[in-house]
């Protein structure tokens, strides 16, 4: 990322541009990628530097010019000598995701829910099954297990089927943290209804809400199969709950479907009129009910990364026209905080290696331990079962150390040619919902094919000169200037 804080074109002398570098060969660790006109350079530990030209083969025969080999030194591109091969080698270990303790849990204290979206990717049970909650045996296990943490700082997620249908659980839970644990919870709620027993836990200061919003009403309804009553009680519950709450309580995103998804201003608008500015694309998951009655949404088509990337470029469009509200899209300010960001790794489908039963898990309905939330998906779908464990015999088990054995990029020959390896990961779990296997050739996988799009498009922003780009992605990484630390040399 180098020292200059400027993205534009660097230029030197012409005595400069012909003058050599030193003879000898340095140690060059880089991957390229074309991008555009360009050439993107990057190391195992990030570092990034643009270019007109492929430096590689000149570098490797020592004949940069005086000037590519101070640009390419001073970006930390370039190392010579022992020290300097060790400090690369530190900076690349710092790339790679360190577990901790277990401090990010997933509960399901039921699977009932009351609504019945065909997009829903859970298999959820009717809200007047029985069976589908917490047993008594389970719910103690949850408690002890919460009572006995180790970490400082805790997040619990509960999700469903619709949750508030057991907000008694829910209390249970949140009243059994100790009380030197800093902890923070997420009820995941279709807010189709609020009981009184839920509100109460909204007013808790600790408590957030996470919900979805699929577009403008007729949108909306049109993905949940309702009426105009019900998304009406829907849109008067969320709105309410904004009024009382303000949006820094709530999140929601979109669940889109990639053949048909709203006009990118009519999404942008029913969230910016709400006060809410970051929204989270998703196209239906390919999980769940939504695998039989969405089956071809198993692979997506340049349809919706050319959506995904006209949407990003709408974004930068209005918060440019309009500076009093920077809107985003979360899962691409997330990858760019993976670029910029050493450490940034608590998204757990983006890391790598990406080790299960770690520093996060997820106890379904039934007690069952899984090592994400899709793995649970897989299992009430029967396509397979990746249960790693349970709740009350733990999750130190074979069936975790198999799927840890690959889960990481490293070793993978597409993986290890790929320039973006240190900002991207592995997520054997979705490559075993869509193929039945983690065998796949990497290239020909949907998260591969995906993140390789977003990504291409992060660098060609991140080295645009356009203002309004600069402007939304400074923003969005939670910078106070206008312009990103990026290195290009011409």
């Known amino acids: 990322m180098g020292k200059s804080a400027d993205a534009s074109c660097m230029t030197a002398s012409a005595s400069a541009h012909a003058m050599a570098a030193p003879a000898q060969s340095p140690s060059v660790p880089w991957i390229t990628r074309r991008i555009g006109r360009h050439v993107l350079h990057v190391d195992a530990a990030g570092r990034f530097l643009l270019s007109d030209h492929d430096l590689r083969n000149r570098a490797e025969r020592g004949h940069l010019t005086l000037y590519e080999h101070e640009r390419l030194t001073e ?67 949850v408690i002890d297990l919460v009572r006995r943490t180790r970490a400082r700082h805790l997040k619990i997620e509960f999700q469903g089927g619709e949750p508030t249908l057991r907000c008694d659980l829910i209390e249970a839970v949140i ?27 909204f007013d ?99 349809r919706w990364l050319e959506y995904h990337e006209a949407f990003i470029r709408r974004l930068i469009e209005r918060n440019w026209k309009d500076r009093s509200i920077c809107l985003e899209e ?19 489908d983006l890391r790598n290696p990406n080790p299960f039963g770690t520093d996060f898990i997820v106890i379904d309905h039934d007690g069952l331990a899984y090592p994400t939330d899709e ?12 249960s790693i464990g349970n709740i009350r015999q733990g999750w130190n088990t074979p069936a975790r150390d198999a799927l840890n054995a690959a889960s990481t990029c490293d070793g993978d020959p597409d993986c290890e040619a790929c320039t ?29 094919r995906r993140h390789l799009h977003l990504f291409d498009l992060a660098f060609e922003l991140i080295h645009s000169p356009d203002p309004a780009i600069q402007y939304s992605l400074c923003r969005w990484l939670g910078l106070g200037g206008d312009r990103l630390p990026a290195e290009r040399l011409s």
């Open 75 to 141: 970006s930390g591109l370039l190392v010579e000598g022992e020290l300097g091969r060790l400090s690369q080698r530190l900076a690349a270990q710092q790339r790679r995701f360190h577990p901790g303790e277990l401090d990010y849990l997933i509960l399901v204290p039921t699977l009932r829910c009351n609504l019945a979206c065909s997009y829903c990717q859970v298999s959820r049970a009717a809200e007047g099954a029985s069976g589908y909650d917490w047993s008594d045996e389970t719910r103690d296990a």
């Open 330 to 348: 979360s899962y691409f300010s997330l990858l760019l905080r993976r670029i910029f960001r050493p450490g940034e790794d608590r998204h757990v």
């Open 204 to 302: 808790r200061e600790n408590v957030s809400i996470s919900t979805s919003l699929d577009g403008p009403r007729e949108h909306h309804a049109r993905q949940r199969g309702q009426d105009d009553a019900a998304s009406e009680a829907f849109e008067s519950n969320l709105d309410r709950l904004l009024t009382r709450y303000g949006p820094g309580k709530i999140s929601a995103l979109p669940t889109l479907d990639p053949r048909s998804p709203p006009d990118p201003d009519e999404l942008i608008d029913a969230y910016a009129r709400r006060g809410l500015t970051a929204i989270y694309l998703r196209p239906i998951n390919y999980q769940g009910f939504a695998r039989r009655q969405h089956a071809d949404c198993r692979t997506t088509d340049a």
């Open 420 to 448: 973006y390896k240190p900002f991207c990961g592995r997520d054997i779990v979705d490559d075993i919902s869509r193929y039945g296997t983690i065998d796949i050739p990497r290239h020909e996988t949907e998260f591969c």
């Open 175 to 201: 009243d059994a943290v100790p009380p030197h644990v800093e902890a923070t919870f997420v009820i995941c709620t279709n807010l189709q209804q609020v009981p009184p027993e839920a509100a109460a836990l």
């Open 375 to 386: 793995a649970r998906m897989l299992a009430r779908s029967g396509i397979i079962d990746l």
